[in-house]
């Protein structure tokens, strides 16, 4: 059971505060604030105590929302809660940040009250809660280029209004109730996180894909979908299905709501989403990846003793067909310690690379990478007292980078039919996108 | 706003909210009801406004009521006089058509904490828990538990109990979990909710009604559960498989405890269980929310402590990610190295090599430590990675390399030529403490090994009024004699200065004691230091007790899915002894104490007493032998002492244990008659047998000693020591 329940931001505003059985003093939140803080950043563990009372947190980008309890609870039980508890308030007001907490306050306390009662959680389904909020959202509109590109010249259709807006993903999804011409929509995310180890001798030493399926509804809510996935879509060691490229993942699990009957057959979901955002299916595979890794590195360090110069050169390819392209794509070299300065040698302008004092690395950034193509760049490092052994603090190469419209595993949605009775057909979206979790490539 | 003082703002908001204007226009009412509540959750004390905020409340308008109830429990316990005003709207909201008015009321009613509400509260509670609308049921239901903590130590309502047992049946899942957290609540001094075969039947037909919070909570519940036979076991096992493989963690990890402790006696379905929780948990192992990997890790630890193997072919889901916070890297690493067997070290050890220059201070340190743990099992590679890392010449990693070889020398001793190879220059790249403790320490057990030990200790020697530590001041003092024994010619003159200069200008007593003790020691004459000082160089055994032999999976499975797995059980055990409760533990150990030690001077008495005898302090005998012999033996002598009360086996054992005599076998406590049987053994190889009995009836205790070699005067020393024991244990207990 949960005593307290607080949000606090990183600068230590107490933003929400619930206290569910009345045992603790509100103190606990400053105490809990100086414990984060003396910590440095990102290292402040799950859990921890404060003379016999537990404190159980997250972190969401700049908010830490945290439990209390004195019980021996489960931990997954409460760090659960806390995760829905941050999609309720994306999912009712839009995004979860200082400042729609700020404008929504009243709204959260109202989800808290239903969500909790004497620190027991009551429920969680966005189907039972939309019947008790009452509370509208208030949503600060931001003035956003990319809507404006949306629309076109005159009016006109352009390619453009093909891509998803992205506007979509921070819009509240209950806000129908007020606003009726509200279009009805759905979005499916096919979202894979990438996780690679490259060896120094440039061997595969580990692939993992993580991998899920989630979807946004705009529907009204009992609308039921069928989502068809890759016929030749595998699990486990099963056999192949069919000619094409198989599919295949090692594990793979579904949401309790999703209905199966198809699946074996056709591979196809059944899923009636509630409004809100829903984790339809989530796998994994690791290893053998039926596609090429996008990128491989080919490093060359050049060691001048007598300048302490270091050289660095490495070229980068991308393997990703030619009609797709990796975005933001971040190269971080770590660079011996002491190194006073860089000079580089970039192939295109709109490239940038700097060196990093704290976290001792070169950062080179490339907003756009096409497919098929290579970059190269030369770093000139400058390192007082060179020694053989500085070269064993060169590396290993970090990259970050996102893949839209591709997945690792080759996962397609086939087909989204929505069961909609009403005339206008919800609109349907479904995107791909590939995230590196870690890709790290030794030298 | 925020920088005017907090009486303005509450004056302020008071004249808005008293405003008729405002009043009678709903939407102006509710933002400035809005603006009270925005002042209270930042910590403003808005206490002042109760009186008006009541008045708000008796609205139509559900958003404002949500408010200001939220507003009235908060302040409730400031306010009891204002906020029995407020009870009369609350009642009358409890019998609103609306459930959901009703529902709100009474929960925001039942959370009011302030002495006196529960006579208010108890009928609304008592028709709530009737009402057809399951929303006002679930309130009425945790209200039962609100109230009885209210009350206080109050005695429990009978009736209440017994209608919340019923309502375990409510259609409701809801109801029902919120029905099990009640009594677990009411009934806390009773050892909470009794789950009986039916209850425990029933909970788990509707298991599948639950949402997974339910699910997760009612497989805690289940845990308490006794089940009678195995094939109740087996059918519990069966019907709560799908939830193994569940995509939610709290259900899996409740599962997972749940299946452990009920196969308790079944260790090769235990085996099965945790084969297959295997996918699930990798699986929150890699999850994205960085705080669920971090939990399911500490699980996995548990895991690794009964199977040490357990995840080794799926090692690679344990490499640390370049973005995930340093907690997890730390838990990844240990887990590492648990995994190490001789298919994957090579990559293991590659793996962590790339840590160890990582720039965080404190990961590249633990990586370098885990490496060392590595090296207990495969030396040889290790080292070679131990010592290219000291090329780097950086502090921190130069001072965590010399800590690793440290512990490895005195656990490893046949890397030890290795390690003295690697020590010459080191010096220079070490600043902390901890590092130059290992490294002095190092020069001066394996300095004969070293060259230029003498040289380096030398340097140390010379800047040792620098010196801020005085642990590194007395480990060098130690070192330097150590060191002087081995290699006297070279050492003298240093050891002369050091000692010098600890002895007549050092300020810190402790370091000068340390010093005075070895200068004294150094006059009894070389072969007297030499005796006192040259201990053991290494202790390889020791390895065995730290590297962990497989524990039982009862050792961790009831703390499974608590808190326990993060902090460790020895942690949580000193965290949960700072609480109250430990008071209990305390006095009950000292009470058990007293027991035997009440009398400090027989205490004494006894062990001089078991000298003579010299009995061995571990001595070994099974039951059977032990049998074998009472059987073949005579008795050699017969007493009786003076025993009239209940023997308790604990301390008898304890006492026993305590002059070296062990204990065979025992009677439990009450039975009549009562037997036990002991035996010891002493330094010449003579055994004693024992027999205690007690009649009922008779006000004695009958003593029956067997020796195996006869020896008068043995027997009658050690019948002594029995005599004293049981007469010890017969005064304290009386």
Known sequence: ?443 | MPYSGSEEIVKELRRSLCNPNVQADRLRCRNVVLRVIRYMSQGLDVSGLFMEMVKAGATLDIVQKKLVYLYMCTYAALKPNLALLAINTLRKDCTDPNPMVRGLALRSMCSFRMPGISEYIQQPVLNGLRDKASYVRRAAVLGCAKMQTLQGDTEIDGAVVNELYAMLRDPDPIVMVNCLRALEEILKHEGGVVINKPIAHHLLNRMKDLDHWGQSEVLAYLVRYKTRTEDEVFTILNVLDGFLKSSQPNVVMATTKLFLLLSEDFPHVQIDILERVKGPLLAICTSECHELCFLGLCHAREILRSSPGHFSGHYKKFFCMYSEPNYIKYQKMEILRELVNDENVQQILEELQTYCTDVSVELAQMAILNIGRIARTYSERCLVILKGLLGLKQEHITSAVIQTFHDLVWLCPQCTANVCQALPGCEENIQDSEGKQALIWLLGMHGEQVPNAPYILEEFVDSVKMETSAAVKMELITAMVRLFLSRPAECQDVLGRLLYYVIEEELDMAVRDRGLLYYRLLQQGIEEVKRVVCGPKSDPSLDVISGQANEAVSAWSKGFNTLIPIYGREQWDRLTAQKGDSLEILQGSAVKANEIDTKPEQREEMSRDSGSVSLLTSAHLSPEQFEERWTLLEAAKVVTVDWHKDSCPDAIQTAFQFVHIQLVAISRAGVQPWKAYLFAKNETGSLFLIELLTVKGKRDMQITVKQANSNEQLLNNFIAIVKSVIQTLGETKG
């Open chain 1, 1 to 443: 059971m949960i005593s307290q329940l607080f949000i606090v931001s990183a600068r230590g505003d107490h933003l929400i505060y619930k206290d569910l059985r009345g045992e603790e003093s509100k103190d606990v939140v400053d105490i809990f604030y100086q414990k984060v803080r003396s910590l440095p950043r990102d290292q402040a563990p799950v859990v921890m105590h404060h003379q016999g009372l537990q404190f159980i947190h997250i972190r969401q980008d700049t908010l830490y929302l945290v439990a209390t309890t004195r019980c021996n609870v489960s931990p997954f039980t409460v760090v659960q809660f806390l995760v829905r508890l941050v999609s309720l308030i994306k999912d009712h007001c839009g995004t979860l940040n200082e400042k729609t907490l700020q404008l929504n306050f009243a709204l959260v306390y109202e989800l808290l009250d239903e969500m909790l009662d004497y620190g027991y959680i009551q429920t969680t389904s966005s189907d039972i809660l939309k019947n008790f909020i009452q509370t509208v959202p208030e949503t600060s509109k931001q003035f956003n280029l990319f809507e404006l590109s949306n629309i076109g010249l005159f009016g006109a259709d352009t390619q453009q209004s093909k891509v998803a807006p992205s506007i979509a993903a921070s819009r509240p999804v209950f806000a129908m109730r007020t606003e009726e011409g509200l279009k009805t929509e759905i979005f499916v995310d096919v979202i894979e996180r990438l996780t690679v180890v490259i060896g120094a001798n440039g061997s595969l030493m580990r692939a993992d894909v993580q991998g899920e399926v989630r979807m946004k509804c705009f529907l009204p809510s009992s609308t039921e979908i069928r989502m068809g996935l890759n016929e030749e879509f595998s699990i486990g060691k099963a056999d192949i299905r069919g000619y094409a490229a198989a599919v295949k993942v090692d594990e793979c699990s579904f949401h309790q709501s999703v209905n199966l009957d198809e699946f074996e057959s056709d591979r196809i979901l059944r899923v009636v989403p509630p409004q809100g955002e829903l984790t339809v299916m989530q796998y994994s595979l690791s290893d053998d990846l039926p596609v090429s890794l996008p990128f491989r590195l080919f490093p060359t360090v050049d060691k001048d003793t007598d300048s302490n110069r270091l050289m660095v050169y490495l070229k980068l390819r991308c393997d990703l067909s030619p009609k797709s392209q990796a975005l933001n794509v971040t190269v971080h070299l770590p660079v011996p310690k002491g190194t006073t300065s860089l000079s580089q040698e970039l192939s295109s302008p709109d490239q940038r690379a700097e060196l990093d004092s704290v976290t001792r690395s070169v950062h080179w950034t490339i907003p756009r990478f096409h497919g098929g193509s290579q970059l190269s760049a030369l770093f000139k490092l400058e390192v007082p007292g060179l020694s053989a052994s500085s070269l064993l603090e060169l590396g290993p190469v970090c990259m970050q980078f996102e893949l839209p419209m591709s997945t690792c595993s080759g996962l397609q949605v086939r087909f989204l039919r929505v069961s909609s009775t009403h005339p206008p057909l919800p609109h349907r979206w479904v995107r791909y996108v590939t995230h590196s979790d870690s890709y790290v490539i030794r030298l």
